[in-house]
């Protein structure tokens, strides 16, 4: 049965929770346990599928479908464990299951309150697949104090207080800020956010100190005594120059150890760091550098595209290479020449999105690399920009679009050679869905097989000619096109199993030039980075050896 740490926060947002949860998932895996990371979100979205980037940065996706926060795409970078759908979790979808559940009849009748539907709801959730691994880690969207998420602090309250003694604990994130007028470290804040915590039941067993400064050994004693925590259990967590130095980083100040003496387990396994050791070694230890762009439309906010930007990182690795990524907006050269914005760069690459605005741009990215040779990675969106300039600018069709682009204006303007999909075939079943349907929830979502075709340049990079990738779209390059596109240069190297749905196209006649369907990023690891990304980079590094 799994030991289960909840990780809590207080006085400010965004203090690096859930690097910290995932930094601490990678220490119990580096002591040979087995682990699996949880993400409760407060908020009341059903999940953030349906959210602006620009509100709450990129959508990650797991295998089996779900649309979550990008928290589940760290837990998955640094332990390699594959989330799922089990594993995200919203006041939304909580309280949409206990209404399903009142409608239904399941409650016979009684009045349905916060306390115990709704704190049973979320504690049910906790519990799922507990007997899988050796340490369930939950982590707690929001700070401490927050209205909207006093339902989840109760049932983590009444979780801890319904299992025996030692299987849970608390691990709360806090702020110590420096006043540089004074030159003092200021604890009051982390007692302040500690106090609130203790008023609704909950003690922390470990404190994690972010701090700009290193904590002194007064202070240290002065937080665990006014927080009543041992003093060894108060962490400091510094700013690092890269978030893959966390785990070392973590080691170094004794947060694993800090969080077994907390269940008693002794003695504690030794820890095998050396996958963190290589992975730094990498990082620190580059031979050079590429200069990539990427072009995008929400580059102002760039969480939302993490898991791309984290991917280069890790294809630099695979290369010994730092990646120097410089974010395009695609709008700057919606209506003009790209050439002075992309000049200069070794690599392009083009992310997903929705919408029409900044396309144009897109399409002329894939355009300048096309002309001047310049690797190009295009990714959802990216890739359908690729087919569309290749379509307009190669094959001769001027009016060559989107249909989401003509269903946004609401006239038809282009030839669509990209549709939105109507169908599929997920499993054993064919999934519909009309323009008209609900946004949440409703794209092709999660993992689907492709068929590579042999000797192309995708078999190459994979080393294979079947792969499985993760997806989330609803629009997809029609396949009435492809004769014509094929004749001249661009091939459709990667299909669906049923032959219906384009995964890839490549220019064959490019040093390296790839669009896919799907997000090899959601995939990538430090440890082991996603083929793609790796080769793209080692081809960055190719074009650099020629400037």
């Not at 550098?289 to 906010?301: C, F, H, N, P």
């Not at 939105?420 to 979502?445: C, I, P």
């Amino acid at each position: 049965m799994a030991r289960f740490i909840f990780i809590t926060g207080g006085v400010v947002s965004s203090l690096g929770k859930g690097l910290a949860s995932a930094a601490l998932g990678s220490l119990l895996q580096a002591r040979g346990f087995s682990v699996r990371l949880r993400k409760l979100d407060p908020y009341l979205n059903v999940d953030p599928g349906t959210m602006s980037p620009f509100e709450h940065g990129e959508v990650f996706v797991t295998d089996d479908g779900a649309e979550t926060d990008l928290d589940l795409g760290h837990y998955e970078r640094f332990t390699g464990v594959a989330a799922r759908k089990t594993d995200s979790v919203s006041s939304g979808r909580i309280y949409s299951n206990v209404l399903e559940k009142e409608r239904r009849g399941d409650y016979l009748g009684k009045t349905i309150q916060v306390i115990p539907h709704v704190t049973n709801e979320i504690k049910d959730f906790i519990a799922i697949g507990e007997d899988e691994v050796d340490f369930m880690l939950c982590e707690i969207g929001g700070t401490v104090g927050d209205i909207e998420g006093l339902p989840f602090f109760e049932a983590i309250r009444q979780f801890a207080h319904d299992r025996p003694r030692g299987q849970c604990i608390f691990m709360h994130l806090t702020l110590l800020p420096y006043l540089a007028a004074s030159g003092e470290l200021k604890t009051k804040p982390t007692q302040h956010s500690v106090k609130e915590l203790r008023s609704i039941g909950i003690a922390p067993d470990v404190l994690v100190c972010r701090s700009e400064h290193p904590i002194p050994e007064k202070e240290r004693e002065k937080i665990g005594l006014f927080c009543n925590v041992r003093k060894d259990s108060v962490i400091a967590a510094y700013d690092l120059k890269s978030i893959y130095e966390a785990p070392l980083a973590y080691h170094r100040e004794g947060l694993d150890q800090a969080v077994l003496d907390a269940f008693g387990i002794s003695p504690a396994p030794r820890p095998n760091l050396s996958r963190w050791e290589d992975v730094m070694d990498r990082l620190v230890n580059a031979e050079g550098e590429v200069r990539v762009a990427i072009v995008g439309k929400y580059t102002q906010l760039e969480d939302a595209y993490k898991s791309i930007a984290e991917a280069l990182t890790h294809g630099g690795m695979a290369n010994r290479v730092r990646v120097r990524v410089e974010w395009v907006d695609a709008e700057l050269f919606d209506r003009e020449d790209p050439a002075p914005h992309l000049e200069g760069f070794h690599a392009i690459l083009v992310p997903g999105g929705f919408g029409e605005r900044g396309t144009e741009g897109k399409i002329k990215a894939a355009q300048f690399a096309r002309e001047r040779k310049i690797p190009y990675l295009g990714i959802c969106l990216g890739m359908q920009m690729a087919v569309i300039e290749a379509a307009r600018n190669v094959a001769g069709l001027a009016t060559a679009g989107s249909e989401e682009f003509d269903h946004e204006a609401g006239k038809k303007r282009f030839e669509p050679v990209v549709y939105h999909l109507k169908e599929w075939v997920q499993g054993n079943y064919t999934v519909s869905r009309s323009v008209d349907d609900a946004k949440g929830g409703t794209m092709r979502l999660g993992a689907y097989s492709a068929n590579l075709t042999e000797g192309s340049k995708v078999a190459e990079v994979y080393g294979a000619t079947t792969i499985e990738e993760r997806h989330r779209h609803r629009y997809e390059v029609d396949t009435k096109y492809r004769k014509a596109l094929e004749e001249k240069g661009l091939c459709f190297s990667g299909m669906s199993p049923d032959g219906r749905l384009p995964e890839i196209v490549e220019w064959k006649d490019h040093p390296w030039f790839i669009g896919v369907q799907f997000h090899p990023e959601l995939k990538s690891k430090p440890f082991e980075p996603h083929p793609l990304f790796a080769d793209f980079v080692r081809a960055a590094v190719e074009t650099s050896r020629l400037v």
